[in-house]
């Protein structure tokens, strides 16, 4: 990373976005010091033009940026730094300096999919998510049989909260059959898009 503090005296600005959901969560400006400490550190370290003086964001509040990445945009005066949030960002309490609310419900899903990822590495006992890794391929590969017949069944015959209840069900044990064959739900929304025609 070869970023051109110069351009601008010696700060650029840093873009923060959330890596799960892709809201844009605020802007701040850093210096080489300051760049040097937020990778150093794991949390976002800004160089606060009104304090005069480096400031990880949170250091007050609790609320810190814990990085997952930093990019140099194509110019290298940039900075794109994707973060994992604790708390609200802005200091009113919303959770975004543009008054946003930081939620992409469907989201979730990629945050389940690295759920189930560790689930897999890990192997915790007492899991549900485990025990079907442990019973294996065929197992697995029956709950999504057993969960889509039931989503069928609340969606001919059921409720509409059963339906939902069901097809959750049967989201979640697909993600965990993907899993074991070294897949990814994002796998599915490539084959997706790739079908796609508009």
């Not at 049967?170 to 025609?197: C, F, M, N, P, Q």
Request: charged share 30%; hydrophobic share 35%; glycine share 6%.
């Amino acid at each position: 990373m070869n970023i051109d503090f110069a351009k601008m005296g010696g700060l650029v600005p840093a873009i923060i976005q959330d890596s799960y959901t892709s809201k844009v969560l605020m802007l701040g400006f850093m210096n080489e010091e300051a760049l040097a400490k937020t990778k150093e550190l794991g949390k976002v370290t800004f160089f606060s033009r009104t304090k005069n003086r480096l400031w990880t964001k949170g250091e007050e509040s609790g609320n810190f940026l814990l990085v997952d990445s930093i990019k140099e945009d194509c110019d290298k005066d940039t900075l794109l730094i994707k973060v994992r949030p604790i708390g609200p960002v802005c200091h009113t309490g919303s959770d975004t300096c543009f008054d946003e609310k930081n939620e992409e419900d469907i989201m979730f899903i990629k945050y389940l999919q690295d759920f189930i990822d560790r689930r897999k590495k890990e192997m915790p006992e007492g899991s549900y998510t485990t025990s079907l890794f442990n019973k294996g391929i065929n197992r697995m590969a029956q709950k999504v049989g057993e969960e889509a017949v039931e989503t069928v069944i609340e969606a001919t015959n059921g409720t509409d909260d059963r339906l939902i209840y069901e097809a959750s069900d049967l989201i979640y044990h697909l993600i965990v059959l993907l899993t074991s064959k070294g897949y990814r739900i994002e796998d599915l929304a490539r084959e997706l898009k790739k079908r796609h025609k508009e």
